[in-house]
């Protein structure tokens, strides 16, 4: 009865927050604590609805096969049949895939509003935080339902509004403007792509609702070539390039850790960036028909894992790592899903969300500790003070440096298998070594911050209930949302896959390998950032690489490149635009202008008002009539002058 | 006979500048009263008249008929269909909030709004008229208020008032004359033809459409001449910046938002629906002026340091759309067309108003000037911020779904050209989030901490436009049912015609 109910109610679970939106801007603002309530209350009923859904979706496998779809019209224009006509529905499209994802978003985003409780206190804009929030989760669980691509483009572009609004929520400070205009128009060029490519699936398809391009598009021979899907297919993963984050337009994620903290645990590390793994998940149907566009997705999604991760090496910010560690774990996602594996992609996705946001909170209980000191080498010893925030961290850590039996090892591990499965052995490799890479940062961080000598200056103490129970929640599920996926009990797998479900055979040696590196990292951290109490490996390997630390602390240089492109080449454009109509443009009206102005300047010499000039002007003309009459006659003379006789 | 809805719309400013011709010119509060009212009786009856047109039966309703010039087939006739009557709303949100934007004028207030009504009442009138000649009758009446309120209560800046208004008013003039010749070469053509003067628009277009492939491309150029100048379509497009900069937050608001319409409502309804022989002709250039006006206003607006320049110049690369999907001439691009042009009526008009109120409190419109408003008045920063954001096209805001129809009917049609005019959206984002950055963000200047926020009557534009912004984001179809409703009979037509004489 529930289920039923919350299965065909699923377009509560966005409503819910987006009302808990309004009443807050509209209402409850200056009141504080009503205002927190109403967002997490409403989030929480949000989360229930949507488990009941995916309850009702999890215990019936028809639904792997046919969604339950249901829409309305949104949209109607010209007449169909009789004209070109366009149709857009709003609707719901809930299957394993989405419901996992609706609810995954809700429960994370539940703990993390809740946090946020504590974590904002004091702050001028308390209410508004919770109203962009709330605007937030309405915006994402509306993506994540989306039965059709247009509707899944409005949310997309709404939670980039919030993400926008949120990243500049200190809005004095410059830097926070800054980052927030860079998000924006970074993820704006992508979606130029992305738009591009929604365009063209329009007018090659007639639809953009997804079940129908499914069919479509298993067919697209009737509609067009290979070499326009192709097209198609990587207009549309321009949009997830800047949305998740990937090379090259990766730049913005790191700069977006200047929103307060829970934001970069909720937008950016567990919901936001993985839309844009979400969409290729959802248009896996468009990407599986095109060779080129998988190999283009794979080698993007692992060029940026280990890219990111080489950065992340040699950062000093605590938020910073762990964007970088975002960046990089992204880059793990699309792998997957461009060696083809949905159910690794989404379980990698499903893992990181809890803990790369219980990592992120933590982050920000500590920098709530510390009065916001972000620098890890300033940091120290730290988990005797705040050991619920210390060991939910390195739970976190153990999690994504992929120790068994926490979460990330288990998705990690159907990465690897499933992209040596597909003979991509340089990307593989390329995996296996950002695993090593992601050991190693992730606990140079740990043993910097937590663990060594305390720094005096530090009076550290621990956060409020409101803080530690969402890390409690989330460590939990670091610890245990693995287990849905382990090679011998893979339920994960059937439930969440693309066209038939898959099971690799068990892969002893990858898992031994992954553990191995795994292991090796945190070791060789352990020895250059906690036994060597000095750091002094670590110094002397920055010396000795100098040029290779400081252009992978400098992040190669990237921001630079794209600062210069767009300060010398867009502006220089913009400006020789101006200069152009200003001049050439304005100097032709102008011109016009002053023509007609002197012209009449001109004329004006023989308006003198004097009667004599204009008499002689007259007895002038009278002469020459009279000289043209004489010595013409008047026949001829009459023809000049139109019928004087 | 019915209740003559159309022309009560029509006179209710004109009445309410009648009265104030009577009040005292000291009694502040009771002219901003009268002429507030006067806008407000013409907003509620064409709500009125919008939720009551009866989309299904479609075609011309409200119709009012008083034979004129009989020799000339001129009839006072007032009628609306699916395209007239969003932009009869549009003039009426616009009219009333300006109203609202103009309540702190201080100099020669009863004149002022005199002035306001009067525009009002003629920009309105073009839009409900049904017969050509009354339609350039309103036209030339629209282009005295506009003159005397920039001169007047313009204000000087990078060129001066004078200037501008002299500017604006002679490109409307010349934009007009070449109209003229249009239609007058047009008329008499027609009445030739069928021996019957005509000057309504369906029965002059019945004829129009028999003439000659050629008359109708040369007859269609100078349409397009002048109401291409009227709507800034690229290269005749340099008065809008310098007229908006120059004019008066009220006018830059009737302009920007429903004024330069005329001409893209022209373009649609006359142009197109009486040439269609001569669009097809024309179609590729427009298309190409289109998308050149789109990209190159869109950089002139990024190297703009005054924020009305930056409204400007994205005014003229947002019309650049309108002229493309014009140019399309399927219906899904003639829909976007019209929907195109109330959103951005709406999304400049809000705009201007704001940047009225900013330069009304800080005397400043220079962007290096200003920093941090968001603290010191932050709804003047979130009306400005939502014009912004419809302004580079946001989902759930209403100039997207426009937009995202513009692109779909004209990435049909021109292909590669559509996507030049696309990239748009990314120039669009980058000059919009920077002005909003550096105007309203950042750290707070010390010098603007006693600036007291919009309230009271000062709310209304905020109120009003960006209820419409919202809700005709989220619920399309209120607009576009009623759209398509008046698109598809005239596409119908001219395809009809098309087919007859072949498309040329």
């Known amino acids: ?645 | 006979m019915d209740f003559p809805i159309l022309l009560t719309i029509l006179l209710a400013p004109i009445a309410a500048a009648l009265i104030l011709v009577f009040v005292p010119k000291e009694e502040n509060l009771t002219i901003r009263s009268v002429a507030a009212a006067g806008t407000f009786v013409s907003l509620a009856l064409s709500l009125y008249a919008y939720f009551t047109y009866d989309q299904s039966v479609g075609g011309l309703q409200f119709a009012m008929q008083i034979p004129w010039i009989q020799d000339l087939g001129v009839t006072f006739f007032l009628a609306a269909d699916g395209i007239s009557l969003p932009m009869l709303l549009l003039t009426n949100l616009i009219g009333f909030s300006a109203v609202f934007a103009s309540w702190n004028i201080n100099s020669r207030p009863r004149e002022f709004f005199i002035l306001l009504l009067l525009l009002i009442a003629g920009v309105m009138g073009t839009f409900i008229a049904h017969d050509l000649f009354i339609f350039l009758l309103f036209y030339e009446v629209v282009v005295i208020p506009i003159y005397i309120m920039v001169v007047i209560w313009g204000s000087s800046k990078r060129v001066t008032k004078e200037y501008a208004g002299m500017k604006l008013t002679i490109y409307l003039l010349i934009g007009s004359a070449f109209l003229l010749v249009g239609v007058i070469a047009l008329f008499v053509k027609t009445s030739a033809m069928s021996g019957v003067p005509d000057m309504s628009f369906t029965g002059m277009a019945v004829v129009a459409r028999q003439l000659s492939g050629f008359d109708q491309i040369w007859l269609f150029g100078l349409m397009l001449l002048g109401f291409g100048s009227l709507i800034s379509m690229w290269p005749f497009h340099s008065w809008s910046p310098d007229g908006y900069a120059g004019a008066p937050t009220a006018v830059s608001m009737i302009h920007a938002g429903v004024l330069k319409k005329i001409g893209g409502y022209g373009l649609v309804k006359i142009a197109v629906f009486m040439l269609p022989a001569g669009a097809a002709f024309w179609a590729p250039y427009m298309a190409v002026l289109g998308v050149a006006g789109v990209a190159y206003a869109a950089m002139g607006a990024l190297a703009q340091k005054d924020l009305k320049y930056v409204v400007g110049y994205s005014s003229v690369s947002h019309m650049g759309y309108v002229i493309l999907a014009v140019a399309c001439l399927n219906v899904i691009g003639l829909n976007g067309a019209v929907a195109n042009m109330f959103a951005h009526g709406v999304m400049a008009a809000l705009f201007f108003s704001m940047i009225g109120f900013i330069y009304e409190k800080t005397h400043t419109r220079w962007i290096p000037d200003m920093g941090g408003l968001a603290r010191q008045t932050p709804r003047l920063a979130v009306g400005f911020m939502m014009a912004a954001m419809a302004s580079l096209g946001l989902p759930g805001l209403i100039s997207f779904i426009p937009e995202f129809t513009i692109f779909i009917g004209a990435f049909d049609v021109y292909g590669g050209l559509a996507v030049v005019g696309i990239a748009g959206i990314i120039i669009t984002a980058l000059y919009v989030l920077r002005a909003g950055a550096n105007t309203l963000f950042g750290p707070p200047r010390p010098e603007y901490n006693h600036l007291k926020d919009i309230r009271g009557p000062e709310m209304v534009p905020l109120i009003v436009l960006g209820t419409v912004l919202v809700v005709g984001g989220l619920l399309p179809s209120l607009l576009f049912d009623m759209i398509n409703s008046g698109v598809v009979p005239l596409h119908a037509a001219i395809s009809d015609a098309l087919q007859l004489g072949g498309k040329f």
């Open chain 1, 1 to 645: 009865m529930l289920v039923e109910f919350a299965m065909m109610h699923a377009w509560l679970v966005p409503l819910l927050p987006a009302l808990a939106f309004l009443v807050i801007v509209f209402l409850t603002r200056p009141f504080e604590k009503l205002s927190a309530i109403i967002a997490v209350g409403s989030m929480a009923i949000a989360c229930v609805i949507a488990s009941f859904a995916a309850y009702g979706i999890f215990t019936n496998h028809e639904y792997t096969k046919t969604p339950l779809v249901y829409a309305a019209k949104w949209l109607s224009l010209g007449m169909p049949g009789v004209t070109d006509s366009l149709m857009v529905h709003v609707g719901v499209q809930l299957d394993p895939v989405s419901a996992m994802m609706m609810f995954m978003v809700s429960f994370i985003s539940t703990f993390i509003f809740l946090y946020s409780v504590g974590y904002m206190k004091g702050d001028p804009g308390y209410s508004v935080f919770f109203a962009y929030l709330s605007l937030f989760g309405a915006s994402m669980l509306l993506l994540v339902i989306s039965s059709n691509l247009l509707q899944m483009f409005v949310a997309w572009e709404l939670v980039g509004l919030c993400s926008y609004l949120l990243i500049g929520f200190y809005t004095h400070k410059i830097s926070a403007r800054e980052a927030a205009k860079k998000a924006f128009v970074t993820c704006r060029v992508a979606d130029f792509g992305l738009l591009l490519g929604l365009l063209a699936l329009q007018i090659t398809f007639g639809t953009l609702n997804l079940v129908e391009l499914g069919e479509k598009i298993h067919n697209f021979q009737e509609y067009t070539s290979i070499g326009m899907l192709t097209l198609i297919a990587v207009l549309v993963f321009i949009g997830p390039i800047g949305k998740s984050g990937q090379f090259p337009l990766h730049v913005w994620l790191p700069d977006a850790m200047e929103g307060p903290t829970p934001v970069s645990a909720l937008i950016h590390a567990a919901t936001m960036v993985v839309a844009g793994v979400y969409l290729v998940g959802r248009t896996m149907f468009l990407f599986h028909e095109v060779e080129s566009a998988m190999q283009l997705v794979a080698v993007t999604g692992a060029f940026t894992a280990l890219f990111a991760a080489t950065i992340a090496l040699t950062q000093r910010e605590i938020k910073r790592i762990l964007a970088y560690s975002t960046v990089s774990q992204l880059g793990y996602m699309m792998l997957a899903l461009g060696v083809g594996s949905l159910t690794a992609g989404m379980f990698h996705m499903w893992t990181h969300a809890f803990f790369k946001a219980l990592m992120f909170l933590a982050a920000g209980s500590v920098l709530t500790a510390l009065h916001h000191k972000a620098d890890v080498w300033e940091m120290g010893g730290l988990i005797k003070k705040m050991p619920i925030t210390g060991w939910t961290f390195v739970i976190g850590g153990l999690a994504i440096a992929g120790i068994p039996p926490f979460a990330g090892f288990w998705s990690k591990d159907e990465i690897l298998v499933a992209t040596l499965a597909e003979g991509h052995y340089v990307l593989f490799a390329m995996a296996a070594f950002t695993a090593f890479l992601t050991a190693f940062y992730m606990w140079r961080m740990i043993f910097l911050v937590f663990f060594g000598d305390e720094k005096p200056e530090n009076h550290p103490q621990e956060s409020p209930w409101t803080m530690t129970v969402p890390l409690i929640v989330l460590a939990v599920g670091a610890i245990g949302a693995g287990w849905f996926g382990t090679p011998w009990y893979n339920v994960w797998a059937e439930w969440i896959y693309f066209g038939e479900p898959h099971h690799g055979p068990i892969n002893y040696g990858a898992m031994l390998l992954s553990i191995v590196l795994a292991g090796s990292g945190i070791y060789l951290a352990y020895t250059m950032y906690l036994k060597d109490a000095q750091k002094k490996r670590a110094r002397k390997l920055a010396e000795w690489f100098g040029p290779v630390y400081r252009m992978l602390y400098n992040k190669y240089y990237i921001d630079e490149l794209y600062l210069w492109f767009n300060h010398a080449l867009v502006d220089g454009t913009a400006r020789l635009f101006y200069l152009f109509d200003l001049y050439v443009v304005d100097g032709l009206v102008n011109g016009i202008g002053t023509f007609t102005k002197s012209s009449g300047d001109g004329l004006r010499v023989f308006q003198t008002g004097r009667l004599q000039n204009y008499a002689l002007i007259f007895f002038l003309g009278v002469l020459a009539v009279a000289v043209l009459v004489t010595f013409t006659g008047p026949s001829a003379a009459s023809l000049v002058l139109g019928g004087v006789k």
